[in-house]
């Protein structure tokens, strides 16, 4: 009888291991990006970095190139993974988008190793099903740090390239590792390679694109290098005309490792980042599901905005994934206008045939 009891425990404790590793699983299937008209050509991040070829850290980078020749355009999403309209947009562009004059190089899982899994206690959908100009798309969350299987153990605390002391986890984030090391961690490694796509291909601009939570401080906001000040506020200036609330933070001088500082301070790019507000990373959300993801309402959030305590407004309409990507796309294509009308030669025409994007 005790043995009986003893095989029918290993056998449930082996059926309940073998179960709760599906989910993990699925992370390491990800979903295919399919390149439209647009794409010219599919690279890989090695090409620029030839250490990483054949590791977990190693993306596609797409290129869009017009046949009239102009300026060039960097846009990353992907950065952290739990911030999906950063991912969407840049997915979205590669999908749909059309490049007359110029080139556009689209990198949209930046860190493909932070894909491969979700951050621990936050209880995020691995999958979400998303609908974009009436086409399904699945779209993966991850963890806004590479994944430990692929660079481990942290330290107890992690030194920036700019000597800031951040907890040892912080050195897993692709955001904080610019300007990368050839030498370093997978993380450094990552940064290093995105880095020489940008001395390689020398883009006029590059645009970094991320979410935060409604009650941060930096949200519905460009962060710009000093060099790229004039450009995000003259955009910002248009955007509010149109309707798009927004605001504009000069990247801070003593802020390393971030790709809005390393990136204009290591090359001659004008280096933006982007923010919109999403509450399913927040801290003050309730329950954590697929529905929140998409449709961004919460009602705690409801209850806060209403007691004051959020940095964007927010009502019953909650703050859908299809508003946040158009927010994202509309600035991306402002700073590229602002930054053609001085730089004719250099200009860039990047279109949505279709206009799902407007
Ligand atoms: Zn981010």
């Given at each position: 009888?005790?043995?009986?009891?003893?095989?029918?425990?290993?056998?449930?404790?082996?059926?309940?291991?073998?179960?709760?590793?599906?989910?993990?699983?699925?992370?390491?299937?990800?979903?295919?990006?399919?390149?439209?008209?647009g794409?010219?050509?599919?690279?890989?991040?090695?090409?620029?970095?030839?250490?990483?070829?054949?590791?977990?850290?190693?993306?596609?980078?797409?290129?869009l190139e017009g046949?009239?020749?102009?300026?060039?355009?960097?846009?990353?999403?992907?950065?952290?993974?739990?911030?999906?309209?950063?991912?969407?947009?840049?997915?979205?562009?590669?999908?749909?988008?059309y490049v007359e004059?110029g080139?556009v190089?689209?990198?949209?899982?930046?860190?493909?190793?932070?894909?491969?899994?979700?951050?621990?206690?936050?209880?995020?959908?691995?999958?979400?099903?998303?609908?974009?100009?009436?086409?399904?798309?699945?779209?993966?969350?991850?963890?806004?740090?590479?994944?430990?299987?692929?660079?481990?153990?942290?330290?107890?605390?992690?030194?920036?390239?700019?000597?800031?002391?951040?907890?040892?986890?912080?050195?897993?984030?692709?955001?904080?590792?610019?300007?990368?090391?050839?030498?370093?961690?997978?993380?450094?490694?990552?940064?290093?390679?995105?880095?020489?796509?940008?001395?390689?291909?020398?883009?006029?601009?590059?645009?970094?694109?991320?979410?935060?939570?409604?009650?941060?401080?930096?949200?519905?906001?460009?962060?710009?290098?000093?060099?790229?000040?004039?450009?995000?506020?003259?955009?910002?200036?248009?955007?509010?005309?149109?309707?798009?609330?927004?605001?504009?933070?000069?990247?801070?001088?003593?802020?390393?490792?971030?790709?809005?500082?390393?990136?204009?301070?290591?090359?001659?790019?004008?280096?933006?980042?982007?923010?919109?507000?999403?509450?399913?990373?927040?801290?003050?959300?309730?329950?954590?599901?697929?529905?929140?993801?998409?449709?961004?309402?919460?009602?705690?959030?409801?209850?806060?905005?209403?007691?004051?305590?959020?940095?964007?407004?927010?009502?019953?309409?909650?703050?859908?994934?299809?508003?946040?990507?158009?927010?994202?796309?509309?600035?991306?294509?402002?700073?590229?206008?602002?930054?053609?009308?001085?730089?004719?030669?250099?200009?860039?025409?990047l279109?949505?045939?279709?206009?799902?994007?407007?």
């Open positions: 009888m005790r043995i009986t009891k003893i095989v029918l425990f290993c056998a449930i404790t082996v059926f309940m291991v073998l179960g709760s590793l599906g989910p993990f699983k699925s992370h390491d299937d990800l979903e295919t990006i399919s390149p439209g008209p794409v010219t050509q599919v690279k890989k991040l090695s090409d620029y970095f030839p250490e990483l070829r054949g590791t977990p850290g190693d993306t596609d980078i797409y290129v046949k009239e020749s102009g300026g060039c355009v960097l846009i990353v999403g992907g950065t952290h993974p739990n911030e999906p309209a950063g991912y969407c947009t840049a997915r979205i562009i590669v999908e749909n988008f004059k080139k190089i689209v990198i949209p899982r930046a860190n493909i190793s932070a894909f491969s899994h979700t951050q621990p206690l936050e209880a995020t959908p691995g999958k979400i099903h998303f609908s974009w100009n009436n086409k399904e798309m699945i779209i993966t969350i991850g963890s806004r740090l590479t994944n430990p299987i692929h660079q481990w153990p942290d330290p107890r605390l992690y030194k920036t390239t700019g000597g800031q002391i951040l907890s040892g986890s912080e050195r897993r984030n692709l955001n904080r590792a610019y300007p990368g090391n050839p030498r370093g961690t997978m993380t450094e490694k990552i940064a290093y390679a995105i880095m020489q796509v940008i001395r390689i291909e020398k883009p006029q601009i590059s645009i970094d694109l991320h979410e935060a939570a409604p009650e941060y401080t930096t949200v519905n906001a460009i962060v710009a290098h000093d060099r790229a000040l004039d450009i995000a506020v003259e955009a910002a200036m248009m955007l509010e005309m149109d309707g798009i609330d927004i605001s504009v933070e000069r990247s801070p001088r003593e802020f390393h490792g971030l790709s809005h500082r390393e990136w204009g301070d290591n090359s001659e790019t004008l280096a933006f980042l982007l923010e919109v507000a999403n509450p399913s990373q927040g801290r003050l959300r309730g329950k954590t599901n697929e529905r929140l993801v998409i449709t961004g309402f919460d009602e705690y959030y409801l209850k806060a905005a209403k007691a004051g305590r959020l940095n964007v407004p927010y009502d019953e309409k909650g703050l859908p994934l299809n508003l946040r990507i158009k927010r994202h796309l509309k600035t991306i294509l402002m700073i590229i206008d602002t930054f053609n009308t001085y730089n004719h030669e250099n200009s860039i025409v279109t949505d045939p279709s206009g799902a994007s407007f």
